[in-house]
């Protein structure tokens, strides 16, 4: 017969081992639960990078086989190292230029908008285009004639689009959780602050094309931006989708493949979201009699109000902590909201960044294109378009300015 002291250390040390084993499930489960978010965290980063790096390494041998015999002499050169094959493209046109501004027509301009517009593009070749969001008028645009081009492949700025598509489906919150395979998930909030490829890949499959297309065009792509602007040409917005072995509408909702947008079909969308859902019709004064006599042209009504605060904090993300974070080393007096975009063709390299600032007094939406080389990318842009915030906050624009009705609400 065993003893009660006996029985008593054999129940004691049971207890001390089912507490240990107890113990030590536990803190497995929290190694993996860090690992698991440590993963998430490199994915995203890695992500993120590709917005720099993507021209020299997202392009397959079909792509390489199709440029290498372009214009230009632009191409890829494949090197091999083991089984990996690198591809690095090489670039002919210039960053820069002395004339971005010539034959500009600036008498309908803000003097004081055209200024920091020219300062901060420098001798950088690229456009700015300048917005009041609240009636449409281009306050400024420099290098008229590449604003007011046909534009080009829209990078990630496509994923605005892409995630107000999504969001007017039902398809996603800001916060829904998306499964992007590999042990690997995120939310829009740092989709879009990290412009995250492979989650606005999965969305676009899910929306289809014709979705996809749907809400692009009611965006304003596809079709002329402005009202009786002289010269303005239009944009392409292909009727069907991107081949599966380019991409298919994965490749179209994370890198633009096949659309080309015009800084101002960028510009009218950012503006429709900066003042509520109202799309406008741009429109750009030539006299200070025009700007006297200026009336707003509403060209539709966007049901997208209830969704503007879900995209708004990915947008803001990205220029406090994301991928247009480098504005921040020109302005942090006000709140930025905006998104980059970086890609190539042809051996030119695009880089765009579409925001505005969230002033108290007032909004003022800003797009930025650049093409050139590897000087020019989207975290340059919105470096830029940091530049341009700061010298019209040293000039007090928005001083005296009334503030617009969805200032208080944009961010719930």
């Not at 496509?158 to 919150?173: D, M, P, R, Y």
């Not at 879009?192 to 065009?217: D, I, M, P, T, W």
């Not at 072995?245 to 950012?270: D, R, W, Y």
Request: charged share 20%.
């Amino acid at each position: 017969m065993i003893s009660p002291a006996v029985q008593t250390r054999s129940f004691r040390a049971a207890v001390v081992a089912t507490l240990t084993l107890l113990f030590a499930l536990s803190s497995f489960a929290a190694t993996l639960s860090t690992r698991h978010e440590a993963r998430s965290n490199r994915r995203i980063k890695e992500s993120a990078n590709t917005e720099r790096r993507m021209a020299a390494s997202r392009h397959s041998r079909a792509h390489a086989g199709r440029r290498a015999g372009s214009r230009g002499g632009a191409g890829i050169v494949a090197s091999r190292r083991g089984r990996r094959v690198r591809y690095s493209e090489r670039f002919t046109a210039s960053s820069y230029t002395s004339y971005a501004a010539a034959g500009d027509l600036t008498a309908g301009e803000d003097p004081i908008v055209r200024e920091a517009a020219l300062s901060a593009l420098g001798n950088l070749n690229g456009t700015m285009v300048a917005i009041d969001p609240g009636n449409g008028r281009i306050l400024a645009m420099v290098n008229q004639k590449l604003a007011l081009s046909s534009g080009a492949q829209p990078c990630s700025t496509i994923k605005v689009s892409v995630a107000l598509a999504a969001l007017s489906e039902g398809i996603v919150t800001k916060d829904t959780m998306v499964d992007l395979g590999g042990d690997w998930e995120t939310d829009m909030n740092r989709a879009l602050a990290h412009s995250v490829n492979k989650y606005f890949e999965v969305l676009g499959r899910r929306l289809g094309f014709q979705k996809v297309s749907y809400y692009a065009h009611q965006f304003g792509l596809g079709e002329l931006a402005g009202s009786n602007i002289e010269g303005e040409h239009l944009g392409v917005y292909p009727s069907q989708e991107l081949p599966a072995n380019l991409g298919g509408v994965g490749k179209m909702c994370s890198f633009g493949e096949s659309i080309s947008m015009t800084p101002l079909q960028l510009g009218a969308l950012m503006a429709s979201i900066a003042n509520g859902g109202t799309l406008y019709y741009l429109q750009h004064p030539l006299s200070a009699a025009e700007v006297a006599s200026f009336e707003p042209k509403v060209k539709r009504y966007l049901d997208i109000a209830p969704l503007i605060p879900e995209v708004s904090v990915g947008m803001l993300g990205a220029t406090q902590y994301g991928t247009a974070r480098s504005l921040r080393t020109n302005f942090t007096s006000e709140q930025v909201l905006g998104k980059t975009g970086t890609c190539s063709n042809a051996g030119t390299r695009f880089g765009w960044f579409g925001s505005f600032a969230n002033s108290r007094y007032g909004r003022i939406v800003t797009v930025i294109f650049l093409e050139g080389n590897r000087d020019v990318y989207g975290p340059k842009a919105a470096e830029l378009a940091g530049h341009f915030y700061r010298n019209l906050d040293e000039h007090n624009y928005f001083a005296g300015k009334t503030a617009p009705v969805h200032t208080a609400a944009l961010l719930k």
